[in-house]
């Protein structure tokens, strides 16, 4: 038998080394061991890693957080302006929902002639009911003309500047209108009250007075176009030795959020003053 | 500085109260807050031209508000005298001196302007005037009184400086 020479020895032996190794991969013994042996080194890379990130932080972090700053305040910026924006535009839709509104009512009554104005401040006192608008005598506007809203009677012109006017509420008290209760078929008059309350007040007592009655302006006195809506009846009081009977009434108009009116302003209220000196 | 003042400040003052302050009500009452401006300012020993201030205060008011002209003006000017009367001659405690002359001037303002109304023909009912107007109204100046006064301190104290003397 020929010998084997060393050097075919040793090529068999590495073949068979290799063979051994691949056959131990392929059935997953080699695991554990190349685990065992890789892991010091996984834990080295991971600490080199984490130290050349800190140092790449430590040059590059501080201008990434100006930059944020940067950022931040002109997001910030954005946001306020937006809401702003938004604030605004729903202000916007709210006057025009109102316009579109008092638009709607004047488009209703043709032969009247309108003024829009917006509510820009009240009385001063407690004791009296009025409100600024910001129309005046510059618009055509002049003391006594009738003030509306979409809903109904708002009130009256009471001093007027050149760029803004007084207008007297209905919930006044010294606001006396003349009206008409129109399921009654009858008359009286309407009264503010320090409180913001208004009633009915002088009606014949043999009338039979329903809640839900409508009043509307009767234009008796030329003090206010006739046939304006000013509210519905409640509570009618009636005592047995009274002269007249009374009532109290939920106005249309929401006297505590009105923002803005309508001035009729071809309305020319009579006069009476120069009959009463 | 303080003549030149007057005018923004009463002018803004008018603006806060017709806007803002007339709508917290309590019951049908409301702050006065000109009326709370004007004594707490005459409530300053420092301050010069006072009354310029009064006389404007009543002017701007009387021309805004639909009740008589004279209220406005007789009853800030009365409020002044009051606050300078009690400075100078009563105590030396000035927040005890803002109520009281807040109580007097507002029970006076309220009850002014209701006699001025009923003799003018407007039906208001004593009861109701007092229940639902004079006593909330004063009660709402009370409480504002105190904030009032430190605004009013604070600005008398940058416009008139008092000097420290040891």
Redesign the interface.
């Known amino acids: 038998m020929k010998k084997l020479s060393p050097r075919t020895l040793q090529s068999i032996t590495i073949g068979l080394v290799v063979l051994g190794i691949l056959v131990l991969a392929l059935s997953g013994l080699l695991n554990q061991i190349v685990g065992k042996a890789i892991d010091p080194l996984v834990s080295v890379q991971g600490w080199f890693a984490s130290r050349v990130q800190a140092v790449v932080e430590f040059f590059t972090i501080p201008r990434d957080v100006a930059t944020l700053r940067e950022e931040n305040a002109a997001l910030q910026n954005q946001v306020s302006q937006l809401q702003s924006e938004l604030l605004e535009a729903r202000q916007q839709l709210t006057e025009t929902d109102i316009l579109y509104a008092l638009l709607d009512y004047a488009r209703s009554r043709p032969d009247n002639k309108y003024v829009a104005a917006s509510v820009?401040?009240?009385?001063?006192?407690?004791?009296?009911k009025?409100i600024?608008i910001n129309h005046g005598s510059d618009d055509g506007i002049q003391k006594g003309m009738p003030v509306v809203t979409e809903q109904g009677l708002v009130g009256k012109i009471?001093?007027v500047t050149a760029s803004a006017a007084?207008v007297?509420l209905i919930t006044?008290?010294?606001s006396i209108i003349n009206v008409r209760i129109e399921e009654a078929q009858t008359e009286g008059q309407v009264?503010g009250?320090?409180?913001?309350d208004v009633s009915l007040e002088m009606v014949d007592p043999g009338i039979d007075l329903l809640e839900g009655d409508l009043i509307l302006t009767s234009g008796l006195g030329g003090v206010y176009p006739s046939d304006i809506l000013i509210g519905q009846l409640i509570a009618p009081q009636q005592e047995e030795n009274d002269l007249f009977q009374s009532a109290s009434i939920q106005p249309v108009v929401d006297f505590v959020n009105l923002r803005a009116v309508l001035i009729i302003t071809n309305f020319k209220p009579v006069d009476y003053s120069p009959l009463v000196d | 500085m303080g003549v030149f003042l007057a005018f923004p400040i009463i002018f803004i003052l008018v603006l806060l109260q017709t806007t803002l302050v007339n709508q917290l009500t309590l019951l049908s009452g409301c702050a006065d807050l000109v009326l709370l401006w004007i004594v707490a300012w005459s409530l300053q020993k420092q301050v010069r031209h006072a009354w310029l201030w009064v006389i404007l205060a009543g002017i701007s008011v009387a021309f805004v508000s639909a009740i008589p002209w004279y209220v406005p003006v007789i009853c800030y000017a009365g409020a002044a005298y009051l606050a300078k009367l009690v400075n100078q001659r009563v105590w030396q405690s000035p927040i005890l001196m803002m109520f009281m002359v807040t109580i007097v001037s507002s029970i006076f303002i309220n009850v002014f302007t209701f006699v001025s109304l009923v003799v003018q023909g407007v039906n208001i009912g004593f009861q109701t005037g007092l229940v639902q107007v004079i006593i909330p109204s004063t009660l709402i100046n009370l409480l504002l009184a105190l904030p009032v006064y430190a605004v009013v301190k604070d600005t008398a104290q940058w416009l008139y400086p008092v000097e420290v003397t040891e």
Do not use: K, L, M, N
């Open positions: 820009i401040g009240r009385d001063t006192s407690p004791f009296v009025y600024i009471e001093a007084r007297q006044d008290p010294g009264e009250s320090v409180t913001g």
